[in-house]
């Protein structure tokens, strides 16, 4: 296969490599109106834009179409994250491997005093991060005086990380005669103004269609119960049993939690997040790569440039910022024509967001149901009976130690012990909370329960009330199960529970009994409907707080001021924190009268 517009060496190397066609993004950036000038790109993650970059820029790395002799890089590209430059310095070293040309990799985490010596002997392109990058300039060791064409990836993640300071000191030690191209996903101002800085006559380039979610990328949604959100994890795992899959977490805190909580459940698992050395890293895409790993835990952060092979779901455990930040996560699959899925696991409260940031995507997602145990368990039979019939070759040993099972054990009991042995290494599905079996209406009530009848307990957020533990309470206390129960609404001092008619007679009658001794101090009695959920009060007057701007209600736990004594102490503006809602003396639990908000 021959490619127009490319010098020889790279054509060659792209039909080594197994290209057929080059994608819209590749075509644009070698088309004759491109060449020499300067680019601002818009292509979507996956969409083959380091080789992009790497052809648009080869008139300037190639002379006659072999490589320049200069000591002093020709090219320069900038990433914003150590995996995205150490991922593009691979697909550059493969492309431009045939013409010679020496690629030097400089970025945090690696030995400084090696890229220095690597960069002495001469590179003519050179990869790295912002700091590390600049750490070398302002040392000397990196020479840009020669430079002929500059490259920024994911600009826009790279100012949102807060490297302007380092972008304009790099750049602004370059010719002004160079080119300057720049890729990104979206065009906000600051992308924009930079352009205008550091451009001349750029040419536009989008490569972004109306349809601006993969092809080959599968949405769902799943809506959870709060509490639910790592039970729908663990059954989404079991479900896909994907050969890798990736889960994002807004926090490192939640990577290490979510890290511990599936390692603990059996799964093979790796986390990724900015506490991770680099060392790490590799140790831990590595483990992915030769699967002794399945499962990687990370941030955004972490998770840019990763490209893992047979990478086929992505699952979205805490929600994005927003719908790039969407895209950015799901493109780590269905890349290269491969399939892949992405799962959002969305709270109940939080739907309205999720439906609002789709709609800005353009993604068409489907809403499913969260994964049950019987779920699983149908999958699980179909996987098993796949694997045991697709034929394999079976040595001698192996048909004599069959042959000496079957002199004790007749055929179907050593094909019962052969599915335990294998369900044996498979983590268990987990029960859910609220398993959607039951369809939820616009107002969030589940169907059903319109003539519910609705119980009042004498605890509210006052008391730290949380459905994650009054739910238990109402199915030991009222011998029921979670299905007979409908809305819970929480307020200051109350809370109201809505129980489903077929249940309501026997519910009222087992909360009459006298409870257990950890809930003897929790009152549940029939109550005339659900609570008015108005806003509260405004106080007004001389000196009231926030007067006219601000509810004055109080706030969820730990939401507030910690109150240790008269409001005159100097301590009353410490953040309130605690290890769980404080409990009576049997248990239940309770706040101190003199810890209320006030």
Request: proline share 6%; charged share 30%; net charge positive.
């Amino acid at each position: 296969m021959t490619f127009e517009n490319l010098p020889p060496l790279l054509d060659e190397a792209l039909a080594a490599r197994g290209y057929t066609a080059l994608t819209p993004v590749q075509n644009a950036v070698i088309a004759p109106e491109a060449v020499g000038r300067d680019l601002v790109v818009s292509a979507q993650t996956g969409s083959g834009k380091t080789v992009a970059f790497g052809l648009a820029m080869a008139p300037e790395i190639l002379d006659g179409g072999l490589v320049s002799l200069a000591r002093t890089p020709a090219a320069l590209i900038i990433a914003p994250t150590r995996e995205l430059a150490l991922q593009v310095s691979r697909e550059l070293m493969w492309l431009y491997q045939k013409a010679g040309v020496r690629i030097a990799t400089c970025v945090g985490g690696m030995d400084a005093s090696k890229e220095r010596r690597n960069l002495s002997q001469g590179a003519q392109i050179v990869v790295g991060t912002p700091g590390r990058l600049r750490d070398h300039l302002e040392r000397g060791a990196l020479d840009l005086s020669a430079l002929k064409v500059a490259v920024l990836d994911e600009a826009d993640e790279m100012l949102d990380m807060g490297f302007r300071e380092e972008l304009e000191g790099i750049l602004n030690a370059t010719p002004e005669e160079r080119r300057t191209l720049l890729f990104s996903a979206t065009m906000p101002k600051s992308i924009v103004s930079l352009a205008k800085r550091y451009q001349s006559d750029a040419l536009r380039i989008s490569t972004v269609g109306e349809d601006r979610g993969h092809g080959d990328i599968s949405y769902q949604v799943v809506t959870v119960a709060p509490p639910d959100t790592e039970n729908a994890v663990v059954n989404l795992l079991r479900l896909h049993e994907a050969e890798t899959a990736i889960l994002f977490c807004a926090t490192r805190e939640s990577v290490r939690h979510l890290y511990s909580k599936l390692t603990n459940r059996g799964f093979n698992v790796v986390a990724l997040s900015g506490e991770h050395s680099q060392a790490e890293r590799n140790t831990a895409l590595q483990a992915l790569r030769d699967r002794r790993a399945r499962v990687c835990v990370a941030t955004d952060v972490a998770a840019r440039g990763i490209d893992l092979p047979n990478l086929s779901l992505v699952v979205h455990v805490e929600l994005p910022r927003d719908a790039e930040g969407l895209q950015h996560r799901s493109g780590r699959t269905g890349r290269a024509g491969r399939k892949g899925t992405a799962v959002l696991i969305v709270p109940y409260q939080r739907r309205k967001r999720v439906e609002s940031m789709l709609r800005g995507a353009k993604i068409e997602a489907e809403w499913i149901k969260v994964p049950t145990a019987e779920d699983i368990r149908v999958k699980d039979h179909e996987r098993l009976l796949e694997t045991l019939l697709t034929p394999a070759e079976i040595d001698e040993d192996d048909r004599a130690l069959g042959a000496k099972l079957l002199e004790t054990l007749s055929a179907e009991d050593v094909a019962a012990a052969l599915v335990r042995a294998h369900r044996a290494k498979m983590p268990a599905p987990e029960e859910m909370l609220d398993d959607g079996s039951r369809e939820r209406t616009p107002d969030n009530h589940r169907a059903g329960f319109d003539d519910s009848t609705w119980f009042r307990l004498n605890i509210g957020r006052r008391n730290n009330a949380d459905p994650k533990w009054i739910l238990p309470l109402l199915c030991r206390r009222g011998g029921v199960t979670k299905n007979d129960i409908g809305a819970i609404r929480i307020t200051p001092d109350e809370t109201f529970v809505g129980i489903a008619a077929s249940a309501a007679a026997r519910f009222a009658k087992s909360v009459a009994q006298p409870g257990h001794d950890e809930d003897n101090d929790v009152e549940i009695v029939v109550s005339d409907g659900p609570p008015q959920m108005d806003r509260e009060p405004r106080r007004k007057g001389k000196g009231a707080p926030n007067s006219g701007r601000e509810r004055l209600s109080p706030k969820p736990f730990g939401g507030g001021p910690r109150r240790d004594g008269p409001s005159s102490g100097g301590d009353s503006k410490r953040p309130f924190r605690s290890d769980g809602p404080p409990r009576s003396k049997h248990g239940v639990k309770f706040k101190a009268k003199g810890n209320r908000p006030r």
